[in-house]
């Protein structure tokens, strides 16, 4: 079966900008979760989503949200690109909250300039 | 909130030589995932324990979940060129999956 799949794969913006990123879930996982990636930094916990509601959020600022359609596909949205934003966000896809293994998407490298 | 450390951050070992890394969280944890993100690619699972001291194997890798389900290791047997990458403990407390800063690993051939 199709893996997730993240869109688009590569994206420069400009400071001040803002940017919407997009993450389609494996078929039937109805959690999606988002991660910023940084050298040095792990990976950042930002949000879960799971059945169109967010579960969690991570310590981001209010700049960064998202939301889930009802076929499970998640977007995360940052206003006002600033250039510590430049990462690559991951998006993991999982069945459902709990003990379920997370499947992440190729990720999109986004370069604030 | 939840904190997940991981030990050490980075480890160059000679081709067949051991490797560990080391996972301690700030509070005891439903279960542990861990994963390997290979350069230039994205974290994929390895595998998931969730009893207190459990221990599983996947042919050279064998894992380990504390007694007391707050830490975990990973240890590489006789690693091999293939084994390069950054290996990420990620813990579960409530609903939140919380990732280690990874340790990265690279082999000397």
């Known amino acids: 079966k199709a893996g997730v799949t993240q869109t688009p794969r590569y994206l420069i913006k400009t400071r001040g900008q803002q940017v919407t990123l997009s993450c389609s879930p494996i078929s039937g996982h109805r959690s999606v979760s988002w991660y910023q990636q940084t050298p040095g930094q792990g990976l950042q916990f930002l949000f879960e989503?799971?059945?169109?509601?967010?579960?969690n959020k991570g310590n981001f600022p209010g700049r960064f949200s998202g939301r889930q359609f009802s076929n499970s596909r998640s977007e995360m949205n940052v206003s006002t690109l600033e250039l510590g934003d430049s990462a690559l966000y991951l998006c993991a896809s999982s069945r459902g909250q709990g003990v379920t293994e997370a499947f992440f998407g190729q990720g999109t490298r986004l370069t604030v300039v | 909130g939840q904190q997940v450390m991981q030990i050490p951050q980075y480890q160059h070992v000679q081709e067949g030589e051991d490797f560990t890394t080391y996972c301690n969280s700030s509070?005891?944890?439903?279960?542990i995932q861990w994963y390997k993100q290979r350069p230039g690619g994205h974290p994929v699972f390895l595998i998931q324990?969730?009893?207190?001291?459990e221990v599983k194997k996947q042919k050279r890798l064998t894992f380990q979940f504390g007694e007391a389900k707050k830490n975990s290791s990973l240890h590489i047997t006789a690693t091999q060129t293939t084994d390069v990458g950054t290996y990420f403990c990620?813990?579960?407390?409530?609903?939140?999956?919380?990732f280690g800063a990874g340790t990265i690993l690279r082999v000397k051939s």
């Open positions: 990620a813990g579960r407390g409530g609903n939140k999956l919380v």
């Open positions: 989503y799971f059945s169109e509601t967010q579960r």
């Open positions: 324990l969730v009893k207190s001291g």
């Open positions: 509070t005891t944890l439903s279960n």
